[in-house]
C-alpha cells in the first residue's frame, strides 16, 4: 500500500514537471536533476538509424529517427502494457523528446520533427538482456539537403542535449 502511495506521489510530481515544462522552455536546475535522476533510475540510452531515401538510383539520407529507451524492472516476465511504471518511463522519455525541438538551435526552418511513443508497445531487447523496455522515437526530418555538414552538426546537437540529461548512446 505503501509503495502504491508513493507510486502515485510520484506520477504527481512527474505532472507537474511536464506542466512545468510546457509553461516554460528554460528548465530549471531543480527539474534538471529531478530528470537525470529519472533517467537513471530508469537506464535511459539512445540509438539513433539514419532514414535514406532512395531517387534516381541514389540514396540520400532524408533525416534520422532518435530512439530513447527506457526500462524499470530486470523481469525478464514482465509485458504488462498496462502496467503504470512502463507509462511513468514512456512519459519521462516524451517529455525529453518534446524538449528537443526547442533546444537545437540549427536553422528549424530545415527540419520537422515527428514523435512517436509507441504507446501500449513494449520492446524486448537482446543489448539489454532481454529486458522489457518501452521506447519513444523522435523522426528528425531534414526538408532540404544542407550538406554533410549540417547533418554532422545536427548529429552533434543531438548528442549534446540528450548528454546534457545523462542520456548516452548504446
Ligand atoms: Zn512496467
Known amino acids: 500500500m505503501l509503495v502504491k502511495e508513493l507510486r502515485s506521489e510520484s ?6 514537471i511536464c506542466n512545468l515544462v510546457d509553461r516554460c522552455t528554460m528548465a530549471t536546475s531543480a527539474l534538471n536533476s529531478r530528470v537525470q535522476s529519472l533517467v537513471s533510475e530508469y537506464g ?6 539514419p532514414q535514406f ?17 527506457g526500462s524499470h524492472t530486470s523481469d525478464l516476465n514482465h509485458v504488462d502494457p498496462a502496467c503504470p511504471t512502463c507509462h511513468h518511463v514512456r512519459s519521462v522519455l516524451l517529455a525529453i523528446a518534446g524538449l528537443m525541438p526547442g533546444e537545437l538551435t540549427l536553422s528549424r526552418n530545415s527540419l520537422t520533427y515527428n514523435i512517436d511513443s509507441h504507446s501500449n508497445s513494449i520492446i524486448c531487447l537482446p543489448a539489454l538482456g532481454s529486458r522489457s523496455a518501452v521506447w519513444v522515437s523522435i523522426y528528425v526530418f531534414l526538408n532540404r539537403a544542407n550538406g554533410q555538414s549540417f547533418e554532422t ?7 549534446t542535449f540528450l548528454n546534457r ?4 548512446q548504446r
Open 11 to 16: 506520477e504527481n510530481e512527474w505532472q507537474a
Open 44 to 49: 535511459v540510452f539512445w540509438q539513433f538509424w
Open 53 to 69: 531515401e532512395q531517387t534516381h538510383g541514389e540514396r540520400r539520407l532524408v533525416g534520422f529517427e532518435v530512439e530513447l529507451i
Open 153 to 159: 552538426d545536427l548529429l552533434n546537437e543531438i548528442k
Open 165 to 168: 540529461w545523462g542520456i548516452h
